[in-house]
């Protein structure tokens, strides 16, 4: 089997089965990287939530799913990103029950609380991408 | 994909006659160039069809496609026609619709893309090399060899964009079928509903759930039913939001649900994402929700003396 340090899988975010794709994908990488199973969960819920943001806001996008090397350790690496109209307020979107879009509103913090790693770029008008990780 | 998914990506519209030949950089000039050409070659079709078909013989798809007479020769007239067609070069709708008919029967009996491609390529060197008896100069032979390509580009290209239409309908299809068995609400006991879930909830069925366990309750009249998410593969969010909206749904109409088959990992999940489940009921095993099921209904459970 393919190492998960160079393991990558690109999946074109354009509807909800593009969705089930990225999840389906997200089980199989973190599983085969040896993840124990709240991590896997921990990591399908997070592409999920991200891709169907990307759904929702942006209409469009791609989640990137690749293994990735720390200095003393082995994790996965996923990072969403579109070029939708992006995100005004971003400390807003990453505090509890806050949406812009009618939902929840525990997304993107509850995933900032399941990764270890949490980086949110984003530009009105220009796009948004989120770049997480989980270590082993 | 389900009806819903489906109105969030609409099908890909057709282009038009004059965005088609836009896009192929087929021009006026072109198109004269390809009707002069076709002055040579169409009076020789009937030598092309023969040499086409000397070449289809050769071919491991023949015997399936075209193994009796009959319809060899209707598709070989119908071949005539297309050539004639392409040579006459008037790109309208009605061309356009002619070569989706085209790519549409191809697809139909099964043929492989790349036995189309491969014909026309073939036909691309019968026509240009053959059946070519005309004297232009090097540059005006070069210049309509450039046209006729072009043309059969877009036609191939319509060939190609209607067979992956229908293999994405077909993928649709096959998603909605799967949709429908994948919403069955069973009455297990007088009272008592029982809905297992596995795999994704989108919204859309997200949406079939909820009106499927309605739908049963207003014909059942239970007073309790389960949710089993142990097949479930995610719960994010959204899918929490479902769960909680269906249960709040089916608790108006009298009946209450429980959600069972949270395993350890779910739950942790849920709790990090900070969802507040509220008063919903809901267990670990799918046993432990059938055991309140029966006390909330009065049913006892005794084992045999």
């Known amino acids: 089997m393919q190492g998960i340090h160079n393991a990558e899988a690109r999946i074109a975010i354009r509807g909800e089965s593009d969705v089930a794709r990225a999840i389906v994908q997200a089980r199989r990488m973190s599983q085969a990287a040896a993840f124990q199973t709240v991590d896997q969960s921990r990591i399908a819920t997070t592409v999920s939530e991200l891709a169907r943001n990307i759904l929702k806001y942006a209409g469009q996008g791609e989640v990137i799913l690749r293994g990735c090397v720390g200095a003393t350790r082995r994790g996965m690496e996923i990072i969403a990103e579109d070029s939708g109209p992006g995100i005004a307020d971003t400390d807003s979107a990453l505090s509890d029950h806050y949406s812009s879009g009618g939902t929840l509103g525990l997304g993107l913090p509850g995933v900032q609380r399941m990764m270890d790693e949490f980086a949110l770029e984003s530009e009105p008008g220009a796009g948004t991408r989120v770049t997480v990780r989980k270590w082993l | ?305």
Request: proline residues 4%.
């Open chain 2, 1 to 305: 994909m389900s009806p819903l998914d489906l109105a969030a990506r609409p099908a890909e519209k057709p282009l038009t006659a004059a965005q088609m030949l836009k896009l192929y950089q087929l021009e006026t000039a072109d198109l004269e160039n390809i009707q002069s050409f076709g002055e040579s070659v169409v009076p020789r079709l009937d030598d092309y069809v023969t040499r086409f078909y000397d070449w289809m013989e050769t071919q491991p798809e023949f015997e399936q496609f075209f193994s009796d007479t009959e319809k060899l020769d209707r598709v070989q007239r119908q071949q005539l026609v297309y050539w004639q067609e392409f040579f006459a070069a008037k790109v309208d709708e009605e061309y356009l619709d002619k070569r989706r008919v085209v790519g549409e029967a191809h697809a139909r009996i099964g043929l492989p893309l790349q036995v189309y491609l491969a014909a026309m390529n073939v036909s691309m060197k019968l026509i240009t090399g053959n059946l070519y008896k005309s004297g232009l100069s090097p540059d005006q032979y070069a210049t309509s060899i450039h046209s006729v390509s072009k043309l059969m580009h877009m036609d191939c290209a319509i060939v190609v964009q209607t067979f992956s239409a229908r293999v994405n309908r077909i993928m649709a299809e096959q998603n909605d079928a799967l949709m429908e068995m994948s919403t069955p609400v069973t009455s297990i006991w007088d009272g008592i509903l029982l809905l297992p879930i596995v795999g994704i909830i989108d919204s859309s069925r997200g949406q079939d759930i909820m009106n499927a366990m309605l739908a049963k309750i207003s014909k059942t009249r239970a007073r309790v039913a389960i949710l089993d998410i142990s097949g479930v593969a995610v719960v994010d969010t959204a899918v929490a939001n479902h769960l909680i909206k269906i249960t709040k749904a089916t608790r108006l109409m009298g009946c209450e649900t429980t959600i069972s088959g949270i395993s350890p990992a779910i739950a942790q999940t849920i709790v990090e994402l900070g969802i507040d489940v509220g008063d919903i009921q809901t267990t670990a095993t799918l046993r432990d929700a059938l055991v309140y099921a029966f006390r909330a209904t009065g049913v006892e459970i005794r084992q045999a003396p």
